[in-house]
T-cell receptor, first 109, second 113 residues
Framework: GQNIDQPTEMTATEGAIVQINCTYQ??????LFWYQQHAGEAPTFLSY??LDGLEEKGRFSSFLSRSKGYSYLLLKELQMKDSASYLC??????????WGAGTKLIIKP | NAGVTQTPKFRVLKTGQSMTLLCAQD?????MYWYRQDPGMGLRLIHY???????AKGEVPDGYNVSRLNKREFSLRLESAAPSQTSVYFC????????????FGPGTRLTVT
């Protein structure tokens, strides 16, 4: 079957750096997405990786290793507003998007 | 530019009642999707549409029907609601192409008693 694993919850301190990991096993691969979802709100797009390597967007970076079935989202200079769930989603060989259950990130002052 | 809108925002149904959730997007997207989100689980695709007049089943289609009314609007209907359908429902849309992200509506919180 297809599977995406992320830690359920992580805690970090304001101003620090946090890395949220995502491992996947899917039938084929056509890209990986990261979304942010604040409590009670809709998911919003953060990043997309289809080739190996690091994609940087301001305070957020996302890394992909296709051979290892692994990605991470790196958040720098954490702010209280970064408290949210972070969802990893993989587009499989049939171009269907498979979603992880999300990682709840708690930021402490 | 409202993006993706959904109605209603909240609803409580009794078992066996029916309802229709409406979704509209103003971004000229070809693809539209209906998801449900339950605690501790990833978003699960119910049905989707790759263009006007077309629909297809997703991962959890049983108990739901959809209609792509036109390019902008995509409806989800529960004919006979069950407690297992208590969930948050999200509509999303995207351009055609595997690299395009999905844009989500604000969600509908449905409780079936």
């Amino acid at each position: 079957g297809q599977n995406i694993d992320q830690p359920t919850e992580m805690t970090a301190t304001e101003g620090a750096i946090v890395q949220i990991n995502c491992t996947y096993q899917t039938s084929g691969f056509n890209g990986l997405f990261w979304y942010q979802q604040h409590a009670g709100e809709a998911p919003t797009f953060l990043s997309y990786n289809v080739l190996d390597g690091l994609e940087e967007k301001g305070r957020f970076s996302s890394f992909l290793s296709r051979s290892k079935g692994y990605s991470y989202l790196l958040l720098k200079e954490l702010q209280m507003k970064d408290s949210a769930s972070y969802l990893c989603a993989v587009r499989d060989g049939n171009y269907q998007l498979i979603w992880g259950a999300g990682t709840k990130l708690i930021i402490k002052p | 530019n409202a993006g993706v809108t959904q109605t209603p925002k909240f609803r409580v149904l009794k078992t066996g009642q029916s309802m229709t959730l409406l979704c509209a997007q103003d971004m000229n997207h070809e693809y539209m999707y209906w998801y449900r989100q339950d605690p501790g689980m990833g978003l699960r695709l119910i049905h989707y549409s790759v263009g006007e007049g077309t629909t297809a089943k997703g991962e959890v289609p049983d108990g739901y029907n959809v209609s792509r009314l036109n390019k902008r609007e995509f409806s989800l209907r529960l004919e006979s609601a069950a407690p297992s359908q208590t969930s948050v429902y999200f509509c999303a849309s995207s351009y055609q192409g595997s690299s395009y992200e999905q844009y989500f509506g604000p969600g509908t919180r449905l409780t079936v008693t």
